[in-house]
């Protein structure tokens, strides 16, 4: 219950151009939370290192501001800032064996500096103030409501806010696609330790989908099963449709080998069942 009611007026807010620049709300928010508490110690001139201003937080600490976010997918975040080199990180430490990460904007000015709005400083008497203090709502909240964020939960291992709505739409435009079966096999290259980490996003999805329609006109067509198919009517080997004889009868497995160009396969068959 107290944990509950410390979220009481709780307001996060992102720069929805930063949004679309990025193709992601998570990541314009988590800008926007390095933007407070980096304007902030350049307004007081506190943690300032080789000509940029820092902040210091561990992935705890930013993970205590935003209560919808693991620590690992905070980490994944940040990380995500680094390579598209809007953050960089470093080291300030007075202690050599002090590990808490310090972050800074590669381009300190374009993230800093902005018109007809003033900085927030937090109240007095709060001694370390990067840490556990809300963002503050410096945007006015727009009467449009968006459309919930497809995400995958690397907690639960599913994908948060898929309607049926959306997965007509993408049956729709992804003809010939298991639109049902796709998703689970994202999901399950998502869950994949030896995979990198992605943003599920509808963007992945899209993607993802995309691909298997192109396989999906590429891959031939199964013939009509018919092993009274005169011999002139020859076909190209295929290992997939081959296979999908095999598992249908062993007849059928041989008239297709008989019908294909290249008759090595069906003197392979021949050789193995020694005749």
């Not at 350049?42 to 000509?51: F, I, L, V, W």
């Amino acid at each position: 219950m107290t944990e509950n009611n410390n979220r009481i007026g709780m307001h996060h807010s992102f720069d929805a151009d930063l949004a679309v620049e990025l193709k992601s709300i998570d990541l314009a928010v988590l800008v926007h939370h390095f933007q407070f508490w980096i304007r902030h110690n350049a307004a007081t001139g506190t943690n300032t290192y080789d000509g940029k201003t820092w902040t210091f937080q561990s992935l705890k600490d930013i993970a205590a501001h935003f209560p919808y976010w693991s620590n690992k997918q905070v980490e994944r975040l940040i990380n995500k800032l680094v390579e598209l080199e809007i953050l960089v990180k470093g080291n300030y430490n007075t202690s050599a064996y002090d590990r808490t990460v310090w972050y800074a904007f590669k381009n300190e000015e374009r993230f800093t500096i902005s018109r007809n709005r003033e900085i927030e400083i937090p109240k007095p008497g709060n001694q370390n103030p990067e840490i556990g203090t809300p963002i503050p709502d410096t945007k006015k909240k727009k009467k449009k409501k968006s459309a919930p964020l497809i995400e995958f939960n690397y907690e639960s291992n599913e994908f948060d806010n898929i309607t049926d709505a959306d997965k007509a739409e993408w049956l729709s435009i992804y003809s010939g696609v298991d639109v049902e079966l796709e998703l689970r096999k994202m999901r399950q290259w998502l869950m994949d330790p030896k995979n990198p980490e992605r943003d599920g996003n509808r963007t992945f999805i899209t993607n993802w989908l995309s691909r298997a329609q192109k396989e999906v006109k590429k891959t031939p067509k199964k013939p009509t099963a018919n092993p009274a198919i005169q011999d002139a009517d020859v076909i190209p080997f295929n290992a997939d449709i081959a296979q999908s004889y095999r598992d249908e009868s062993e007849e059928a497995y041989v008239a297709y080998l008989q019908r294909i160009t290249d008759k090595k396969h069906y003197q392979e068959y021949l050789k193995s069942k020694g005749l």
